[in-house]
């Protein structure tokens, strides 16, 4: 019976190796050479980055790229926790060089947006210019200055004179965008991208070039990718002239 016994006890031995091989692989396959992905990336690179994932995917037969959105500043935080994202696009430099540390390579900008108005369909406070926004009772929602837009609307009140106090503090664009969109607020400084996303479920008041921000996007591969040759393509893509044509499409401009 012995022999059996050393046996049997060799057979468990050998098996929970190669679990515990499997399993390591398993979770390295996002760093190394695996053909799946996952990019973070600001909120208001949804519909791009949702176009760019399809015409990728379909370039690129068994890659598959896993799309995570949110305010930049709560990605780079995800980051900073080791959340297993391979790939970042944030909105500001700023956030990107929050996760200096995790980056591989330089980041480089991609796109640049500038900002709007939003305000309810058909503008029924007949809103004209930032200082509007200062109207008694108006209801006007931003983000925290932590997030980029947040930060941008700050900016072009400053630049325009402006004070605002608002009625709420949202967590990304999408959220200003909610906001407005179900008669929870009427207005909020917003990527331009995101009132033409809108559609007619919004208006849009431009902002004056002089009163304006250039919000410039760059994205960047993560250490833990850096051998991950999806990721790097995946960049190569959105910087490409393929990348740039859909980015083009949702109003993005060129860097």
């Keep these: 019976m012995r022999p059996r016994r050393r046996i049997l006890a060799a057979i468990a031995t050998l098996t929970a190796a190669l679990v515990s091989v499997g399993m390591l692989a398993a979770g390295c396959s996002s760093g190394g050479d695996s053909t799946s992905i996952t990019v973070a990336a600001a909120s208001s690179l949804t519909g791009a980055f949702e176009a760019a994932k399809a015409e990728f995917e379909a370039?690129?037969?068994g890659t598959s790229i896993t799309l995570s959105f949110g305010s930049s500043s709560a990605l780079a935080q995800q980051i900073d926790d080791g959340a297993p994202i391979d790939v970042f696009a944030a909105?500001?430099?700023?956030?990107?060089?929050?996760?200096?540390?995790?980056?591989?390579?330089?980041?480089a900008t991609f796109t640049t947006n500038t900002l709007e108005i939003m305000v309810a369909r058909g503008n029924p406070l007949g809103i004209t210019s930032?200082?509007?926004?200062?109207?008694?009772?108006?209801?006007?929602?931003?983000?925290?200055p932590e997030v980029p837009i947040g930060n941008y609307a700050a900016q072009v009140l400053t630049r325009a004179s402006v004070t605002v106090t608002p009625s709420s503090l949202e967590p990304d664009a999408k959220g200003i965008v909610t906001k407005i969109t179900s008669g929870e607020a009427d207005a909020g400084i917003i990527y331009a991208t995101d009132v033409t996303a809108a559609g007619e479920r919004a208006s849009g008041v431009v902002i004056p070039m002089n009163q304006n921000i250039l919000a410039s996007y760059p994205i960047a591969r993560m250490k833990r990718a850096r051998t991950?040759?999806?990721?790097?393509?995946?960049?190569?893509?959105?910087?490409?002239?393929?990348?740039?044509?859909?980015?083009?499409?949702?109003?993005?401009?060129?860097?």
């Design 59 to 61: 370039a690129n037969p």
């Design 91 to 107: 909105a500001d430099n700023d956030t990107m060089a929050r996760v200096g540390d995790h980056i591989w390579g330089r980041p």
């Design 130 to 144: 930032l200082a509007d926004l200062a109207r008694p009772g108006l209801l006007y929602v931003t983000c925290p």
């Design 228 to 255: 991950n040759a999806t990721a790097a393509a995946w960049i190569e893509f959105i910087k490409g002239a393929e990348g740039q044509a859909i980015l083009t499409r949702y109003g993005f401009i060129a860097p």
